[in-house]
């Protein structure tokens, strides 16, 4: 009897778990599609098949709800990040590119229509919140932070261990690294048949090996 009883405890909490995700989840997909202005909660819980009463448990409100959507689309680039690469001291480079392919080749596409959408709606929420607006750049500040940590960590062993140039600003480079998957982002918001992301991708690597990597710079084609 015991056992049945933990195993229901086990699947309520399970499901009770999976709430908040599934919320997140439809409440990114409903902003994206219809705005801010227009997104009703109802079609938030419908979609994410919870009771309206439900969401409210959750969040306070469709502005605090919109603030976590955005948080969420931020978590979901660091998790893919944290199991989809390896970065490995002893090969910075690949390391490097591994993380940078990650986030322009596979994550840049899925991120362009949506995340982008949800930044400029949470824009006009933070300008009269400034609740809000404390959350959303702590949050954005963590993450930015995070991944020119990673960054800077692959780039000082690779200068420790003579493969890139000790002449090169660890921090000043990760920052810079960040701002060309920033600057690829914005402009495919809006003109996303510009920005293919493998051409993006082969042209921020024929900068940072020309940039970091000892020796001459690469001859045209990415071949020394």
């Known amino acids: 009897m015991a056992t049945a009883a933990n195993s229901r405890a086990a699947g309520e909490a399970g499901r009770e778990n999976d709430k908040r995700p599934r919320i997140l989840a439809a409440a990114q997909e409903v ?11 109802d079609e938030v819980a419908r979609r994410a098949r919870v009771g309206k009463g439900t969401l409210y448990n959750y969040y306070e409100s469709k502005e605090d ?7 969420a689309s931020m978590e979901e680039v660091r998790d893919r990040i944290a199991t989809g ?16 392919r990650m986030l322009i080749v596979d994550t840049l596409p899925g991120l ?14 933070i300008a009269r919140d ?3 607006r404390r959350r959303l750049f702590e949050a954005s500040q963590a993450f930015y932070r995070e991944r ?15 493969q890139f140039r000790s002449d090169v600003d660890p921090a000043e480079m990760s920052l810079l690294l960040l701002a060309l998957f920033d600057g690829l982002l914005r402009r495919a918001s809006f003109d996303e048949p510009r920005v293919d992301p ?14 970091l990597s000892q020796g ?3 001859a045209e084609g990415g071949t020394r």
Do not use: C, K, N, W
């Open 31 to 41: 902003f994206a599609e219809q705005g801010f202005d227009a997104a009703r909660m």
């Open 65 to 71: 709800l919109l603030i976590h959507a955005v948080i």
């Open 85 to 100: 690469v390896d970065p490995s001291p002893d090969e910075p480079m690949r390391s490097v590119e591994e993380v940078l």
């Open 112 to 125: 362009t229509r949506r995340s982008h959408s949800l930044y400029h709606q949470a824009s006009g929420v």
């Open 130 to 132: 400034p609740e809000a």
């Open 148 to 162: 020119e940590a990673d960054f800077e960590g692959l780039i000082e062993a690779g200068a420790s261990a003579g």
């Open 198 to 211: 493998s051409r993006a991708f082969g042209a921020v690597l024929q900068l940072l090996r020309g940039g």
């Open 216 to 218: 001459p710079g690469l």
